[in-house]
C-alpha cells in the first residue's frame, strides 16, 4: 500500500524514507505572496509548476540524512524597468534541503554546510517552501531582451532637454585652464 502524502502537511522523515514525489501546477492565484509580485495588464500568468523529491543519505556514524529536492517554475508578469511596459519574467528555483533533528543542530552545522537546513516536522508546509524560493529567485531588474518600444531620454526624463542645454562645469573649467596657459 503506497502513502498518501500531501504537500501542506508534509510529514518530511516519512516522505524521504518512502522516496516520495509530489508535482502539481497551481493557478497563481493559489500563492498569494508571490501574486503580490505580478503587474496588472498585458500578460498572463503561467500557473507555477513545482516538484518535491524526498530522499535520505547513508551516513557512516549515525541515522541517514533526510533531503527534499524542490523544482518550481512560473513565467510571472512584472513591469520591465528599462521601457516600464508588462514583461513576463521566468521564475526559477531549484534547491535542496538537508533536515536536521532541531533549530540548535541547524544553528550548530549552519557555518559548516553548504546546504540550506532546515528543522525536521511531521507538518511541513512544503507549499509554503516553494514559495518561499520563487519569491527569492524573482529577478532584481525585469527587463525585456529588446524591448518592444525604446523611450526617448526626453521622455524619461522632462528635466534632460535643460540639462543638455546647460554648459558642461568640466568644460567651463578646461576653457578657464587652457586661457590661462
Do not use: Y
Not at 542645454?165 to 586661457?179: D, H, I, Q, S
Amino acid at each position: 500500500m503506497e502513502k498518501k502524502f500531501a504537500p501542506s502537511h508534509l510529514d518530511v522523515k516519512a516522505f524521504a524514507q518512502a522516496e516520495g514525489e509530489l508535482q502539481g501546477d497551481l493557478p497563481l492565484d493559489q500563492w498569494p505572496r508571490l501574486s503580490l509580485e505580478q503587474v496588472a495588464g498585458g500578460e498572463t500568468a503561467s500557473a507555477v509548476r513545482w516538484r518535491l523529491q524526498g530522499r535520505t543519505e547513508p551516513v557512516s556514524a549515525g541515522p541517514d540524512e533526510v533531503w527534499l529536492d524542490l523544482d518550481a517554475a512560473v513565467d510571472l508578469p512584472m513591469q520591465c524597468q528599462r521601457c516600464l511596459q508588462p514583461v513576463l519574467s521566468p521564475v526559477l528555483a531549484q534547491r535542496s534541503f538537508r533536515f536536521v533533528a532541531d533549530e540548535a543542530t541547524a544553528a550548530a552545522l549552519d557555518d559548516e554546510a553548504e546546504e540550506d537546513l532546515l528543522v525536521i516536522s511531521r507538518d511541513f508546509d512544503a507549499l509554503a517552501l516553494v514559495e518561499d524560493e520563487l519569491i527569492m529567485s524573482l529577478p532584481l531588474v525585469p527587463l525585456h531582451q529588446a524591448c518592444p518600444e525604446v523611450l526617448p531620454a526626453s521622455a524619461m526624463d522632462p528635466e534632460f532637454e535643460q540639462a543638455a542645454e546647460r554648459p558642461n562645469p568640466f568644460g567651463v573649467l578646461a576653457g578657464l585652464k587652457t586661457g590661462r596657459a
